[in-house]
């Protein structure tokens, strides 16, 4: 597997209340990406194996749907992030600033470059 960070990844992201789907591309220090819900906008540094970063999410569907919830219950939300990329995966832990006591875990699985 590439050790390079850039490129095209799924997205899988959980909380202790909700899991969610999406896709990223990070490219130049910048995280853009979505889900049928929400876009998906930041920015990332990397040093070694270690990632850290902030993140956006942002509501471009119908916000009364109860299929399409944010996974931290509230949005937009703004999550701090650190992590790790190896091997054609990028693990990450965080916090939404709306929601400090909500932890998010999610891995990012390489698609393409």
Same mark, same amino acid.
Request: some cysteine; charged content about 25%; hydrophobic content about 40%.
């Given at each position: 597997?590439?050790?390079?960070?850039?490129?095209?990844? #799924?997205? *899988?992201?959980?909380?202790? %209340?909700?899991?969610?789907?999406?896709?990223?591309?990070?490219?130049?220090?910048?995280? +853009?990406?979505?889900?049928? &819900?929400? @876009?998906?906008?930041? &920015?990332?540094? +990397?040093?070694?194996?270690?990632?850290?970063?902030?993140? %956006?999410?942002?509501?471009?569907?119908?916000?009364?749907?109860?299929?399409?919830?944010?996974?931290?219950?509230?949005?937009?939300? *703004?999550?701090?992030?650190?992590?790790?990329?190896?091997?054609?995966?990028?693990?990450? *832990?965080? @916090? #939404? +600033? *709306?929601?400090? &006591?909500?932890?998010? %875990?999610?891995?990012?699985? +390489?698609? @393409?470059?």
């Amino acid at each position: 597997m590439t050790d390079i960070l850039e490129g095209f990844y #799924a997205a *899988e992201f959980e909380t202790a %209340r909700k899991k969610a789907h999406g896709v990223v591309m990070l490219c130049d220090g910048q995280i +853009r990406g979505g889900d049928s &819900s929400f @876009a998906y906008i930041g &920015s990332y540094t +990397r040093v070694g194996h270690v990632v850290s970063g902030s993140l %956006r999410g942002i509501r471009h569907a119908h916000s009364n749907d109860p299929d399409h919830v944010s996974i931290f219950g509230v949005d937009p939300v *703004e999550v701090c992030f650190d992590g790790v990329a190896k091997d054609g995966y990028v693990t990450i *832990e965080g @916090a #939404a +600033r *709306e929601t400090p &006591s909500l932890s998010l %875990r999610a891995v990012l699985t +390489r698609i @393409a470059d």
